[in-house]
């Protein structure tokens, strides 16, 4: 069975890009048309939304598969909804997988033992996507609780050819406060990115990469430099691109001479394209479907002039 | 409009005991009856389950609703059914506020800007019980993000009067790798500590306690201590009485002189006491629902023995 990593690596390869949409749905935010559709289907003010972010969802994984490998979707923005919220995403993640992309669900769950194996199992579906009830990829995991409480996500990532992405230099600016902290030499997030790295190195020696990520923020070019080099087998998962101010040239340190070892995500930027000016008065308000190709296009682009490409 | 630590402390000065009782349902633990019950009601394995989980959390809230003034549902548990699990806790969390008790949502959520507000607008629901899906009054969070990444959670806690629980000093042996980790004489988790108790004394800075509370495990007495004294006027939640090693003596120094200032949590031990050999025996396999009211009854004894009463 491949591994998380070598499935997202043939993606990544294929479609010559590392470019990862985030699924960030807002209702304020959400086109008109779809907005229209689904109040007439009626139901309680958490169903309507849901069917929107439902449809939204779907409809920019059509417009996206057959461009990047991955989705993101942003688990908070469903949750919001409550059950409604989780059977759109449920449904959101089935579509994507049916698409043919990666998903990797960015929940940032974290706990121990027992309660850990439960989260695991709620999403780590890996490479069959009926294995788990939310049938992602991957997911985005918080490790403040301790290296023992990643066991039991790596255990199931393992079992299930799914993939992590441990949080270890996130994109805000209050990162600093304690991913920062200086231990004898070594930052917090530099403990974090160790363990991380060590995962990778015994559980996939062999590997050029290993399916435990990490993530770190694009707003911190030099950290990612460094971590590139502390964490030689770690994908990343490179938030802030865009929006939160990071760019391409500041991604370029993630990658390898492959234009591998990375995905770098924009969410906002390409879901809400069609809110920006030069796609607005382009494809005006009905034409949202191709302003989210427009973006996604521009991103690829974007990408392509900074990171190596494998061709 | 009472704060989120005043409505609990009258729930806790009410019953005199502040003896937390945890919702974590296991399939595979559930007494027989329930298990039959939801098997035969035919549907999905996540469909059954979820209505196994739903019917023995709200037969364990009926009965320690007139005991102890609070439940901590672990959301892990529901979460690994899925969208079905979701519905479920949603009704269990509705059940346990109509029988008037203080709910925190076991879900160590984290993030940051919008996506920490879509959380909060998840679980924070505060005093008014409808006014979020999942209508809790308190919620447990991971700071590791930043102290930025509080903010979103704080403001929703101040505006509906519900509480937070920031993991500080987790119960797992692990908890060291990071939390111990030591910059300039201060422990990370003692740093996390500082944050949240300026959160109280800025938000609350005329109460006995602020609503933005600590986890703090029972496993590691002498932080408690210190951490009390750290944090003198941050609401604790202890998790590792019982089962994971911690005693009634061991949690003693997180109480202040009129019995106030933590709640203490046990799960396993209460949910599952008829599976113990000694209620076991007295009460047989039907009897599941006085052995639990037994294990709470002896739970809010042994707490007495050695923490200061109101009274």
Redesign the interface.
Known sequence: MPSYSERLIARVSQLNTSALVGL?P?WDQLPADVKEAAQSAGGSD?AVMASGFERFCCEIVDVVAPLVPAVKP?V??F?????????AL?RVIRHARAAGLVVIADA?????????T??A??WLAGEDSTAA??GADALTV????????LRPFVDKAVQNSAGLYI?VR??????????D???QDQK?FE??AD?VQQLNSSHWPDDVYGSIGAVVGATWPEELNSLRRRMPTTPFLVPGYGRQGGTAADVAGAFDSNGHGALVNSSRGINFAFQKEEYAEQFGPAGWRDAIEAATRQMIKDLRKHIPTGA
């Open positions: 960030d807002r958490a942003q908070a923005f949750e919001q909804l409550g059950p409604a919220g989780f059977t449920a940032k769950r974290g706990d121990i033992g027992s309660t850990a439960a989260y199992g709620a009830p939310f918080n490790a403040y609780l301790g290296d023992d409480s949080l996130t994109s805000n600016l209050g990162a600093a406060t304690f991913q902290r200086t231990s917090l403990a974090v363990v």
